[in-house]
């Protein structure tokens, strides 16, 4: 039966819910707002999230005075009508500068006033062109092929919206890299998670039995994942490394790869060494989840069935899995979710490199290396979804209940 919360638990539950909206749902917002622009920060055009035209006031007035600290050079070797020409240029620059050195951030501009400072600076750069290429026989101080940069500069300037919408979405449907690297997290994610469940089940009874020394065995078993991942995959990573690597070395004796090199230089070999080390690492972690459920199982059961004649296998399946169901799928809940989201360990391992290259790694690569952070945002709340797509399937498909009613 539920109940309900009132006034006074209500307000001992507003630091939880302020403590959410500002660590959880104000990233996804932000997000969700980002990807409707074409947002980089390493593009002066789209470094902000512009729904109108704006105009870089600031950059505009630095490059303005740019255009007549060369001048002052190059007027000098000039004819006595050529330097009148370029005088009044320059007086022109310095009137578009003043005009707008004040402003000290972008700013939005009106079409028609974009329309008049694209003319103006079209018109002084006509002028000092023509100058140059009358005088295309001296040798200038700086020349037109510098003073040329700076116009184009100037043209990027004026900042046109970088709204898009919903069309990032769509380049996300024909992004090729993006489904490789879902396929490559799907991979890692079902085949880590399966021998984890195998393997933390078999710890989780052992360490379930009343035995002498069963304390120093569950320390021991939980080392690897007390072991921060960074720390462990740096450590695994010497393990494979083929010149020295003792694991590369037994794999390559036994007959699973041809030589050490391949151990991480090879598809096959580095999502397998991935693999292999997020399972030493987490198993003890969902061993640990599996060894609570175990505890709360009446052992009388256990007593009454083996009375009856029941052998391990039968009482294993009959009463300690059906009895199990809740703490297993919690824990494989949890294990697939963080499984999902891997970073850091292959970011350490093998840095998205032969077919490793997995969600979370994708969008690191595009919204800190590349900047780019509009389409980072758009594959950061497309695996959001994918991740709440399989807490959906858990919790209400296989019954996970990690909260009850009563």
Not at 132 to 137: I, K, M, P, T, V
Not at 210 to 238: D, F
Request: contains cysteine; hydrophobic residues 50%; glycine residues 6%.
């Amino acid at each position: 039966m539920r109940k309900t919360i009132t006034a006074k638990q209500a307000a001992f539950l507003l630091p939880l819910f302020l403590l959410l909206a500002v660590f959880a749902l104000y990233p996804i917002i932000s997000s969700a707002i980002y990807s409707l622009f074409d947002y980089r920060t390493n593009d002066q055009q789209v470094a902000g999230l512009y729904t109108t035209g704006n105009f870089n006031a600031p950059l505009f007035s630095e490059d303005c005075g740019y255009i007549n600290w060369f001048l002052e050079d190059d007027i000098t070797l000039l004819s006595e009508a050529d330097q009148t020409e370029l005088r009044a240029a320059m007086e022109q620059v310095d009137a578009l500068a003043k005009q707008y050195v004040t402003i000290g951030e972008v700013t939005k501009i009106s079409a028609a006033e974009a329309k008049q400072i694209t003319s103006q600076v079209a018109e002084i750069q006509a002028t000092i062109q023509s100058v140059y290429e009358r005088n295309d026989g001296v040798t200038f101080y700086n020349g037109w092929d510098k003073l040329n940069t700076i116009f184009r500069e100037m043209d990027s300037c004026m900042i046109n919206s970088n709204f898009t919408g919903l069309a990032a979405y769509g380049k996300l449907l024909s992004d090729t890299r993006f489904f490789h690297s879902l396929r490559s997290t799907a991979i890692f994610t079902v085949i880590s998670v399966t021998f984890e469940l195998i393997f933390g089940m078999a710890l989780a009874l052992i360490m379930n039995k009343a035995i002498k020394g069963i304390g120093g065995v569950r320390t021991t078993a939980l080392i690897p994942w007390a072991i921060p991942t960074a720390v462990s995959a740096l450590m695994w990573s010497y393990m494979y490394d083929g010149s020295s690597g003792i694991i590369a070395k037994i794999f390559t004796d036994i007959g699973l790869i041809a030589s050490p090199e391949l151990m991480l230089l090879s598809a096959g070999g580095a999502m397998t060494a991935a693999i292999l080390a997020d399972v030493w690492k987490t198993t003890p972690y969902m061993a640990l989840l599996l060894l609570a459920g175990l505890q709360i199982i009446d052992k009388v059961l256990y007593e009454s069935a083996k009375i009856d004649g029941a052998g391990p296998a039968k009482t294993f399946f009959k009463i300690t899995l059906p009895l199990l169901k809740p703490s297993l799928l919690v824990a494989l809940l949890f294990r697939t979710l963080d499984a999902f989201r891997v970073y850091d360990l292959i970011a350490v391992l093998t840095g998205g490199a032969q077919g490793t290259e997995t969600l979370s790694i994708y969008a690191y690569k595009l919204m800190i290396a590349q900047n780019n952070y509009g389409y980072g945002s758009v594959v950061v709340l497309t695996m959001a979804l994918c991740v709440g797509v399989i807490a959906f399937l858990f919790v209400k498909v296989l019954g996970a209940e990690i909260v009850k009613d009563d």
